[in-house]
């Protein structure tokens, strides 16, 4: 007989983020994060830094996860980890501590994708997320090291009908924002930022690519090339005009992305749009989905700020979804860095 009450504790450690989660069902009971300020003096993510920090954060971080969600570890029915892509160091600290954990509490292991739980985050139930996206939608993966369009049939079927060539926007925020001056992380800065400043004070090159790919290396080259010119003229100019930098910056990213977005719900007759991943914290994105929202006739979900950056209940809904279809892992799973997104 099934059981009504499923326990799930999951992890996340693809990165430079520590998190744990315990879910009863698909509702989030607890989702902890420990974070880690030792690579903003390097300016990006420094993986042996990273995987050490892990190991220091993994226990403290499940026991507060449980301590929250007041769930012992003999009620737990499965435990899960982000299997990849991510940083191969990162990865497999969560990946031995979980199977240890499965394998002492003779419990199923569910290895989890890191991008299928950036795109399944929206079935998360919390207070404030309730509403769920209708099949097929299309999933928006947009982050550090991806952007992608992809029509999502069901929770593991899914199809990638468009992505970058080169840069995500993720990347192209951060190397922009480090010509702009800013530090590491810049991406939440350049959005501060672009609030005060005017998106059309400067134009910038949008890269011409067909179908439904992205390339955002062309604007990362017209920006330096901008700021260069600009330069020899007035060594302060990026001070003095920094608000407007980041606004028109910023303003002509959204449109490379919303054009493709535009043009992918046109070719699939799609208009359920659903934004994932740490990008999807921007505001001038969310703004410009739900502006578009209305004359486009679309039903747009944008997930809580907390489901966005590297978070464990992203990885915790996967993983609910899988022990129902009895997806679980052998001992044998190895993390990955590289992995496809529809690799169950």
């Not at 992890?11 to 430079?16: I, N, P, R």
């Not at 996206?133 to 928006?140: A, E, K, S, T, W």
């Not at 001070?239 to 070719?267: G, M, W």
Request: aromatic share 8%; hydrophobic share 40%; charged share 20%.
């Amino acid at each position: 007989m099934p059981k009504d009450r499923i326990f799930i504790l999951a992890v996340e450690s693809s990165c430079d983020d520590t998190s744990a989660a315990v879910f009863e069902n698909e509702k989030k009971l607890s989702n902890v994060t420990a974070t880690q300020k030792v690579h903003e003096a390097y300016g990006g993510v420094v993986p042996e830094l990273a995987s050490r920090a892990h190991q220091q954060h993994i226990v403290p971080v499940i026991h507060e996860a449980l301590r929250q969600a007041n769930v012992k570890m003999s009620q737990l029915d499965a435990v899960a980890f982000t299997k990849g892509p991510g940083l191969m160091g990162s990865l497999l600290v969560g990946n031995a501590f979980m199977k240890s954990l499965a394998l002492s509490l003779n419990i199923p292991l569910i290895g989890v994708n890191h991008m299928q739980g950036h795109i399944l985050a929206h079935f998360i139930k919390d207070e404030v997320q309730q509403k769920a996206p209708n099949f097929p939608f299309l999933g928006i993966t947009i982050s550090g090291g991806h952007t992608q369009i992809v029509k999502v049939n069901s929770y593991f079927d899914m199809q990638i009908i468009g992505e970058t060539l080169d840069d995500a926007i993720g990347e192209a925020f951060d190397k922009c924002g480090k010509m702009f001056g800013l530090n590491y992380p810049a991406g939440p800065e350049i959005d501060r930022l672009a609030k005060s400043g005017n998106p059309l004070k400067y134009k910038f090159a949008k890269p011409q690519v067909k179908g439904l790919d992205f390339s955002f290396s062309g604007l990362k080259t017209s920006v330096l090339y901008f700021l260069q010119k600009q330069l020899k003229e007035n060594p302060d100019f990026i001070q003095q005009n920094i608000e407007d930098l980041c606004a028109s910056f910023q303003h002509a990213a959204v449109q490379i992305l919303l054009d493709k977005i535009k043009k992918a719900s046109q070719l699939t007759g799609i208009k359920t749009i659903a934004i994932g991943g740490g990008v999807s914290a921007n505001s001038g994105i969310r703004e410009a989905l739900k502006s578009q929202s209305k004359q486009q006739q679309w039903e747009v979900f944008i997930p809580s700020f907390e489901y966005c950056t590297d978070n464990a209940a992203m990885i915790a809904i996967v993983a609910y979804f899988k022990y129902l279809e009895h997806q679980f892992s052998d001992l044998s799973i190895t993390a990955k860095a590289r992995l496809n997104l529809t690799d169950n």
